[in-house]
C-alpha cells in the first residue's frame, strides 16, 4: 500500500514525530511511504534513510500561497501515485483537497474558538478524519462534524545517544541540579508565559530547560532576564531523548492540545510530566504519570513542579507510573495496526 503524507513541515513537533514515526514502521505492514511537506529536520533523516520526500511551500494562509502548496502537492500524488493520502491537519487536508484528492485527515487539534471553522472546512475536503483522543474528536462532533474515527498519538520509542551525566555537562548543569524540561514550540497556544511567571515560584536552584523554537522567542527571553540563568532556551532539538535522560521532570502549560507527543515521550522515558489539563492530557494523565493543572494558572503549576523536583521518591513513583501507562495504553504496534486497517478500508 502506497502511503502519501501531507503535512505542513517536518520539525520538532508533535505531528512530525507522529509521521516520521509512522513512515519507519510502515514497512512492517506492507506500506510504502512517502513525504509531501516544507521541508525540516527530519523531512531530511527520512531522505537520508530513503524515503521519497517532495517540496510543498507553506500555504501562510494567503490564497495565492494555498494555491502554490496545492499544485506541488498535484505533483507529488502525481509522481508518488498513493492508494492512499493521509493529511495532518485542516490546512494539509484543504491543500490536498484543491490538488484533487479526498484525502483521509489526521486531526492534531485547533484553538478552541477555532473548531466550527475547522468542522465545516474537514467536512468539504476530507474522506474521512481521524481525532488523536476522544477530547478532539468529541469537539469536531460538538461543532457539527460527524463522528471522527478516535486513534489515540502513540510513541515510537528512541533510545538516548548520550547519558544523563554528558547532556548535562554540555548544557553546564550540575549533576544534584533539579531540571524541568518544556518540549514546546515558543507559540502562544503553549502559554510559556505561564510557564515562566510559575518558574518564579519554583523554590532553589532548579534549572528550566525551554526546547523549541518559534516567533515568541525574543519575547520570553526578555520575560525571563529576571530568573537569570535558572532558565535556558535551547532552540530547536534533534536529540529529545537525550534531553528526557537528563531532566527530571517535564512540563507543559498548554491552553490547548490534541494529544501532545512531548507528553507521551516524556512518559516513555520515565519522566513525571506536569501539564495543563487541554486536550487529551487530562485522560493519558488519569492513571497516574504526573499533575494536572488547570490552564492559566502560575501558582498552581509551581506548586506542582516543587512537588516533583524536590521529592526524590515521589518523582520516581510517579516516573514509575507514567512509563507503566504509555506501554500500556500507548503502544505503536497498536496505532500502526489502527490506521492500517482504516486505510486498507478506504483504498
Same mark, same amino acid.
Given at each position: 500500500?502506497?502511503?502519501?503524507?501531507?503535512?505542513?513541515?517536518?520539525?520538532?513537533?508533535?505531528?512530525?514525530?507522529?509521521?516520521?514515526?509512522?513512515?519507519?514502521?510502515?514497512?512492517?505492514?506492507?506500506?510504502?511511504?512517502?513525504?509531501?511537506?516544507?521541508?525540516?529536520?527530519?523531512?531530511?533523516?527520512?531522505?537520508?534513510?530513503?524515503?521519497?520526500?517532495?517540496?510543498?511551500?507553506?500555504?501562510?494562509?494567503?490564497?495565492?500561497?494555498?494555491?502554490?502548496?496545492?499544485?506541488?502537492?498535484?505533483?507529488?500524488?502525481?509522481?508518488?501515485?498513493?492508494?492512499?493520502?493521509?493529511?495532518?491537519?485542516?490546512?494539509?487536508?484543504?491543500?490536498?483537497?484543491?490538488?484533487?484528492?479526498?484525502?483521509?485527515?489526521?486531526?492534531?487539534?485547533?484553538?478552541?474558538?477555532?473548531?466550527?471553522?475547522?468542522?465545516?472546512?474537514?467536512?468539504?475536503?476530507?474522506?474521512?478524519?481521524?481525532?488523536?483522543?476522544?477530547?478532539?474528536?468529541?469537539?469536531?462532533?460538538?461543532?457539527?462534524?460527524?463522528?471522527?474515527?478516535?486513534?489515540?498519538?502513540?510513541?515510537?520509542?528512541?533510545?538516548?545517544?548520550?547519558?544523563?551525566?554528558?547532556?548535562?555537562?554540555?548544557?553546564?548543569?550540575?549533576?544534584?541540579?533539579?531540571?524541568?524540561?518544556?518540549?514546546?514550540?515558543?507559540?502562544?497556544? /503553549?502559554?510559556?508565559?505561564?510557564?515562566?511567571?510559575?518558574?518564579?515560584?519554583?523554590?532553589?536552584?532548579?534549572?528550566?530547560?525551554?526546547?523549541?523554537?518559534?516567533?515568541?522567542?525574543?519575547?520570553?527571553?526578555?520575560?525571563?532576564?529576571?530568573?537569570?540563568?535558572?532558565?535556558?532556551?535551547?532552540?530547536?532539538?534533534?536529540?529529545?531523548?537525550?534531553?528526557?535522560?537528563?531532566?527530571?521532570?517535564?512540563?507543559?502549560?498548554?491552553?490547548?492540545?490534541?494529544?501532545?507527543?512531548?507528553?507521551?515521550?516524556?512518559?516513555?522515558?520515565?519522566?513525571?510530566?506536569?501539564?495543563?489539563?487541554?486536550?487529551?492530557?487530562?485522560?493519558?494523565?488519569?492513571?497516574?504519570?504526573?499533575?494536572?493543572?488547570?490552564?492559566?494558572?502560575?501558582?498552581?503549576?509551581?506548586?506542582?513542579?516543587?512537588?516533583?523536583?524536590?521529592?526524590?521518591?515521589?518523582?520516581?513513583?510517579?516516573?514509575?507510573?507514567?512509563?507503566?501507562?504509555?506501554?500500556?495504553?500507548?503502544?505503536?504496534?497498536?496505532?500502526? /495496526?489502527?490506521?492500517?486497517?482504516?486505510?486498507?478500508?478506504?483504498?
Amino acid at each position: 500500500m502506497r502511503v502519501l503524507h501531507v503535512i505542513s513541515e517536518m520539525g520538532a513537533g508533535g505531528a512530525e514525530t507522529l509521521v516520521a514515526g509512522m513512515v519507519a514502521r510502515g514497512e512492517e505492514y506492507g506500506w510504502v511511504s512517502a513525504v509531501a511537506s516544507g521541508g525540516g529536520f527530519r523531512a531530511d533523516a527520512l531522505a537520508a534513510d530513503g524515503t521519497p520526500t517532495f517540496p510543498v511551500p507553506l500555504a501562510r494562509r494567503s490564497k495565492a500561497g494555498v494555491l502554490k502548496a496545492a499544485w506541488a502537492t498535484r505533483r507529488a500524488i502525481a509522481r508518488f501515485r498513493p492508494d492512499v493520502v493521509l493529511a495532518h491537519n485542516v490546512g494539509a487536508s484543504l491543500v490536498t483537497r484543491l490538488a484533487g484528492r479526498r484525502p483521509i485527515t489526521v486531526f492534531h487539534g485547533v484553538a478552541e474558538a477555532d473548531y466550527p471553522a475547522a468542522a465545516r472546512f474537514l467536512r468539504h475536503t476530507s474522506a474521512q478524519v481521524v481525532a488523536v483522543s476522544a477530547a478532539t474528536a468529541d469537539r469536531l462532533t460538538a461543532a457539527g462534524l460527524e463522528r471522527p474515527v478516535v486513534i489515540p498519538n502513540a510513541v515510537f520509542p528512541r533510545p538516548p545517544v548520550f547519558g544523563r551525566a554528558e547532556i548535562r555537562a554540555s548544557l553546564g548543569v550540575p549533576e544534584r541540579t533539579p531540571v524541568a524540561l518544556c518540549l514546546a514550540r515558543l507559540e502562544p497556544q /503553549k502559554r510559556h508565559d505561564v510557564l515562566l511567571d510559575a518558574w518564579a515560584a519554583v523554590d532553589g536552584d532548579a534549572v528550566l530547560w525551554l526546547a523549541g523554537d518559534g516567533s515568541l522567542r525574543g519575547e520570553l527571553e526578555r520575560r525571563a532576564q529576571a530568573l537569570g540563568r535558572r532558565v535556558e532556551f535551547l532552540g530547536t532539538r534533534a536529540d529529545v531523548p537525550d534531553l528526557l535522560a537528563a531532566a527530571d521532570v517535564t512540563v507543559l502549560t498548554s491552553d490547548w492540545e490534541g494529544l501532545p507527543l512531548a507528553v507521551l515521550e516524556s512518559m516513555a522515558a520515565g519522566r513525571p510530566v506536569v501539564a495543563t489539563d487541554a486536550g487529551g492530557i487530562g485522560a493519558v494523565l488519569a492513571g497516574g504519570g504526573g499533575i494536572v493543572v488547570p490552564r492559566a494558572d502560575p501558582a498552581a503549576t509551581a506548586a506542582a513542579l516543587n512537588t516533583l523536583l524536590f521529592n526524590p521518591v515521589e518523582r520516581e513513583t510517579v516516573g514509575r507510573s507514567a512509563l507503566q501507562a504509555v506501554e500500556r495504553d500507548y503502544d505503536p504496534h497498536t496505532l500502526m /495496526k489502527s490506521y492500517d486497517e482504516l486505510l486498507r478500508g478506504a483504498r
